[in-house]
Every structure is written in structure tokens, then in C-alpha cells.
Antibody, heavy 121, light 108 residues
């Protein structure tokens, strides 16, 4: 069974930093692109960042570019999101999601339970 | 970035109704369009990929159609467990994946 378990969320002051982790199991982690998607309270889904299986390709939403860094450790079956210079508008539940590339396009078949990041003074 | 616009933003319907949700892209995305269902407090669930392919395990009352800029998600006969929020997602631009704003489906 595929499992994705996020951790590392919490309360942080504006301008602060936080590192999220996503532990993967039940599939060959090193074979899949992975993603972070967030959802602000009461709002819709927002894609944050993607990383290819070997970390060769990395993409970010404009809203986090230059502040967030996605990475992965295939030996540890883990995905990370380093978040710096956090702003109130970064407050959200952050999900990690597996991309299985359906019919040539990205599609997210498996999601974690999410971890809440709250940016507030 | 490619903008995805869903309509309606919310919808009230009854069990047994046929429901259609639309999604429009700001430019052609071929068939790189997915649909997700999200229930309160839960992670999204993939329903339809590549505009019209049903994800494994998803009931056949769900169907998708469209290509280019206009897409639809249809639920042929609403069941109680279908009341949720639905999102479209384009994957044509892998540099910037975007979701629609969501359609909340409520019980009438």
C-alpha cells in the first residue's frame, strides 16, 4: 500500500523558516516525480513545487520561487520542502503527492494527509 | 501561467440528479486535464485523468470529456458520498501546474 506521511508543520513567525518532510513507502520512490501542493484555510488547491525522480528537473510556483527549495533523498525514500522568508499568505495545509504521469501528463494518484503550516506573529 | 476557470463555483443538487461541472483553460491544453474530488479534512482523490480516462476504482457514474480549452465532469446519478468539492487541474505546462478554483457540490 502506498503511504505518504508529511511532518514538520507548525507555527512560525513571519520571516522565519520551516522544513517539511514527506516519508514515502509502498512503492519505488526513486522512480517517481514528487510534488508539494498546498491549501490555505477554506481555499482551493495550489501547486507549489515539483521534482523529477532523479532531481534533474525542479519547478516552483511563482509565489514561492526564491524562498522555497524542494529536494529528495531517494536512499531515505523522503521528500523535503525547505521554506524560508515565510509570509502570512504561506499559511496552509501542505500535501506531498506522487505523480504517476498518466497518458503523458502529470496526475497525482497518491497524497499524504497533509501538515499544517501557520505563519503568524 | 495557464488559468483554469471552473463553473459553477457551487452547486446544489439532489441524490439521483445528473450533474455537470465545467472547466475552461486560458489556452489550449490538449487533453492534459485531470479532475479531483476532495471531502472536508481529506486529501484530494484523482477521479479522471487525461480528460476522459477513469482512474482505477472510481465508479463509472463519473465521466469526463473535452479537449483544447473546454472540459466537463459529469456525474450521471448523484450518490450521497459524491457531495464534495471538485477541482480540475491542467498538466500541459509542467513548469506551472494549475488548478481550477473548485466547485462545491452540496445537497439540495
Amino acid at each position: 500500500e502506498v503511504q505518504l506521511v508529511e511532518s514538520g508543520g507548525g507555527l512560525v513567525k513571519p520571516g522565519g523558516s520551516l522544513r517539511l518532510s514527506c516519508a514515502a513507502s509502498g512503492f519505488t520512490f526513486s522512480s517517481y516525480s514528487m510534488n508539494w501542493v498546498r491549501q490555505a484555510p477554506g481555499k482551493g488547491l495550489e501547486w507549489v513545487s515539483s521534482i523529477s525522480s532523479s532531481s534533474s528537473y525542479i519547478y516552483y510556483a511563482d509565489s514561492v520561487k526564491g524562498r522555497f527549495t524542494i529536494s529528495r533523498d531517494n536512499a531515505k525514500n523522503s521528500l523535503y520542502l525547505q521554506m524560508n522568508s515565510l509570509r502570512a499568505e504561506d499559511t496552509a495545509v501542505y500535501y506531498c503527492a506522487r505523480d504517476i504521469h498518466c497518458s503523458g501528463g502529470s496526475c497525482y494518484t497518491d497524497w499524504g494527509q497533509g501538515t499544517l503550516v501557520t505563519v503568524s506573529s | 501561467d495557464i488559468q483554469m476557470t471552473q463553473s459553477p463555483s457551487s452547486l446544489s443538487a439532489s441524490v439521483g440528479d445528473r450533474v455537470t461541472i465545467t472547466c475552461r483553460a486560458s489556452q489550449s491544453i490538449s487533453s492534459y486535464l485531470n479532475w479531483y474530488q476532495q471531502k472536508p479534512g481529506k486529501a484530494p482523490k484523482l477521479l479522471i485523468y487525461a480528460a476522459s480516462s477513469l482512474q482505477s476504482g472510481v465508479p463509472s457514474r463519473f465521466s469526463g470529456s473535452g479537449s483544447g480549452t473546454d472540459f466537463t465532469l459529469t456525474i450521471s446519478s448523484l450518490q450521497p458520498e459524491d457531495f464534495a468539492t471538485y477541482y480540475c487541474q491542467q498538466s500541459y505546462s509542467t513548469l506551472a501546474i494549475t488548478f481550477g478554483q473548485g466547485t462545491r457540490l452540496e445537497i439540495k
